[in-house]
């Protein structure tokens, strides 16, 4: 018989062990999730902070381009340009800027490829019929296609 009561002093001991152990993991987890929280509300802070910086400068930028442009104006009607002449010179200048900038962008648009990868992987993984094939049968994109 007392074998039976050290076994049962062994699980009851193993028992409290692996509890206290489920325990400890679980308050190591909360706390990690506690920090990251604190972390991650300081760093939207910055963020923030560093954003609203970002659209000061925007604005100023933007008004001193606005400046520049009457500045630019004055200076082509004291070379003796006429005063609608110069200030129609400027915005010409500026609409030729607008519409290369406008260029540049459809043609980085136009050359999206969407997610052709993607829906093939997922054409592979569903198969055409609509079987499923297995997941990593070693079908790989070729070093081409990323």
């Known amino acids: 018989m007392p074998e039976i009561n050290a076994e049962t002093a062994e699980e009851e001991s193993l028992g409290s062990l692996v509890a206290q152990?489920?325990?400890n993991i679980?308050?190591?987890v909360r706390s990690e999730i506690e920090l990251a929280k604190l972390e991650l509300k300081a760093d939207a802070k910055r963020?923030?902070?560093a954003g609203?910086?970002?659209g000061a400068a925007a604005f100023i930028g933007h008004l001193c381009l606005i400046l520049?442009?009457?500045a630019l104006a004055y200076g082509l009607i004291a070379l003796g340009v006429w005063e609608w002449a110069a200030f129609l010179i400027v915005t010409v200048f500026y609409l030729?800027?607008?519409g290369v900038l406008v260029l540049i962008g459809y043609r980085r648009l136009k050359g999206l490829t969407g997610m052709k990868r993607t829906t093939r992987?997922?054409?592979t993984i569903a198969g055409r019929d609509g079987s499923a094939k297995a997941i990593g049968s070693g079908d790989k994109p070729s070093d081409?296609?990323?």
Do not use: D, R
């Open 47 to 49: 963020v923030g902070t």
């Open 144 to 146: 081409t296609e990323w």
């Open 96 to 98: 030729l800027i607008a």
């Open 21 to 23: 152990a489920s325990q």
């Open 52 to 54: 609203g910086l970002f």
């Open 68 to 70: 520049g442009s009457f």
């Open 26 to 28: 679980s308050t190591l």
């Open 121 to 123: 992987s997922l054409k």
